[in-house]
């Protein structure tokens, strides 16, 4: 194992060589390398989706290769080198699992767990209980993640009548809004919606992805049954096309 990773840091480190490294490599940044780390993780995710494992082997690799692309960069300009990414992640998971690796015992609970990432947003300074939510998370995800921080501090509804009140509130304000205003208004419609399905207990972002995959998996069945006609039809076809599939899926 270790001279599996040394040979990865090798590799990455010859690829960042500045006289006989790779061109592309030795020209990227933290910035730069930043958006493939994020689609990287992505990929790991799809795979895990589709059951995938061969292909979820090569999409880890992938994304640990991203993390030894940021280490490199961040070893140049002495700040940090791979070593110390993997003490750091170390340390805090045994200080995160006082039950196992310290005197606790019982069961890490959620509520455990958020109390000890609070903890130590405080020893770093934290100041409010929205320090740490990453802006570059998908909206859909922060969104969840900012109320979820909210309710801990006893900002929530106590179920889930008033989500559902809001959401019918937000929609009746963008159906009013003008076009200057419909922007703001249609945040908040989604904001509202993300609120109700977490009173629901739903993890908002895995259920839209399951519904992405649902519309996509129908639509391309709506194709197949048009026999490659698909767009020529009306509206009226259409929908008859997806009632149909629908029936399908239940039948």
């Not at 840091?9 to 994020?38: H, N, V």
């Not at 690799?61 to 080198?81: C, I, K, R, T």
């Not at 791979?82 to 170390?90: K, R, Y």
């Not at 990453?134 to 989500?163: C, I, V």
Request: aromatic share 8%.
């Amino acid at each position: 194992m270790t001279q599996n990773i040394d040979r990865l840091l090798t590799i990455m480190k010859r690829l960042r060589d500045p006289e006989r490294g790779c061109e592309w490599d030795t020209a990227q940044s933290f910035e730069t390398i930043a958006p493939y780390t994020i689609e990287e993780a992505y990929e790991v995710a799809d795979a895990i989706e589709r059951k995938d494992y061969e292909d979820l082997k090569g999409e880890l690799g992938d994304l640990l290769f991203q993390v030894v692309f940021h280490a490199q960069m961040a070893s140049e300009d002495d700040h940090f080198d791979f070593g110390a990414v993997v003490e750091t992640i170390s340390d805090k998971m045994e200080r995160r699992h006082p039950h196992i690796f310290g005197n606790e015992g019982g069961v890490m609970e959620e509520t455990r767990w958020e109390d000890l990432k609070a903890a130590e947003r405080s020893e770093a300074g934290s100041d409010s209980a929205m320090d740490g939510v990453a802006k570059a998370l998908p909206a859909l995800m922060r969104s969840q993640k900012l109320q979820k921080r909210a309710a801990r501090h006893g900002f929530d509804w106590p179920d889930a009548e008033g989500p559902r009140a809001k959401v019918l509130e937000e929609i009746e304000e963008l159906s009013d809004a003008s076009p200057e205003e419909r922007e703001e208004e249609a945040g908040d419609l989604l904001f509202a919606a993300v609120n109700l399905v977490r009173a629901y207990g739903i993890d908002a972002e895995q259920a839209l992805r399951a519904a992405n995959a649902k519309f996509e998996r129908r639509f391309r069945s709506m194709e197949d049954l048009a026999g490659g006609d698909f767009d020529t039809r009306s509206l009226e076809a259409q929908e008859e096309l997806w009632q149909a599939v629908k029936r399908a899926e239940k039948s």
